[in-house]
């Protein structure tokens, strides 16, 4: 990943919450005061975007330095000690909150998707995020995903065409959609289509989609589209899977369980600064 794109959402998250100045560190503490301070988890999960959260400190205090106790992908639990910081008192209080709000909010996306995983072991279904992103986040969300064990589904609307019910409807249909779109798209990119029917997967399945996403079906039903497209799609299931039907998804024989709620909506990880 570009340092310069971690660098932008550093700059800006810092310019939006210090702005000019912080008013409590700067007129409590004395610029020369040099402090250490720890990263300490207050939950069991995964680690993920340390080195993020180690920037915030390095693009503000050119004296900062770190021990790193713990890597991103690393099970924590409750009282690890994560790192050991050590900088000028004033900017580490400054840089607090920015790199905790990013440190906790990847390593929640990390534990929620190593949970999922876990839920659907032994079964052949990868578990996905969505580009349910938070604006200018995508990147570090999605390799967030990838730390807790899950894989990436598009980045952007260049990656891949996905025919989503609109699309379809604007076009006039599947096939219409896939052909037109055949016709048009370099061999290096795939087609999936969204369907909500078994007639629907039917005509995407002879249209030649290479994905087709089984949106908000039951159980019964996506088990008869695995049964009727029999390895010559990829089947994505999607729409309201959660912790409690997950296993029993993954269980149908699709492919790819995709979550939005991965990124979208996912709890933070709890960890703490302290200064010692």
Do not use: W
């Amino acid at each position: 990943m570009l340092q310069s794109y971690i660098d932008r959402i550093i700059h800006m998250a810092l310019e939006e919450d210090v702005n000019y100045q912080d008013v409590t560190s700067d007129f409590l503490i004395d610029e020369k005061q040099i402090s250490k301070a720890v990263f300490l988890a207050k939950a069991d999960g995964i680690l993920c975007g340390l080195p993020v959260a180690l920037r915030v400190f390095e693009l503000l205090d050119k004296d900062f330095s770190a021990i790193v106790y713990k890597q991103d992908g690393d099970r924590l639990q409750k009282g690890d000690r994560i790192a050991e910081l050590s900088g000028h008192t004033r900017l580490l209080l400054e840089g607090e909150r920015t790199a905790l709000n990013l440190l906790q909010h990847l390593s929640g996306i990390a534990t929620a998707t190593a949970a999922a995983v876990a839920l659907t072991k032994g079964t052949f279904a990868s578990i996905a995020d969505t580009r349910k992103t938070l604006p200018g986040l995508r990147a570090l969300q999605k390799y967030a995903v990838t730390v807790g064990g899950g894989k990436n589904h598009r980045f952007n609307l260049s990656d891949a065409a996905m025919l989503k019910d609109n699309h379809i409807d604007a076009a006039g249909g599947i096939t219409p959609a896939i052909t037109k779109l055949r016709a048009k798209l370099g061999h290096m990119t795939k087609i999936e289509v969204e369907t909500r029917s078994l007639d629907e997967v039917r005509e995407a399945l002879a249209a030649g989609a290479d994905i087709i996403m089984l949106d908000n079906m039951d159980l019964e039903t996506m088990r008869r589209a695995v049964e009727l497209t029999a390895g010559r799609a990829k089947l994505e299931a999607s729409g309201n899977i959660t912790a409690q039907t997950i296993a029993d998804v993954a269980k149908t024989g699709v492919d790819i369980i995709s979550m939005g709620a991965l990124t979208h909506s996912v709890q933070a990880f709890d960890i703490s600064m302290k200064i010692q």
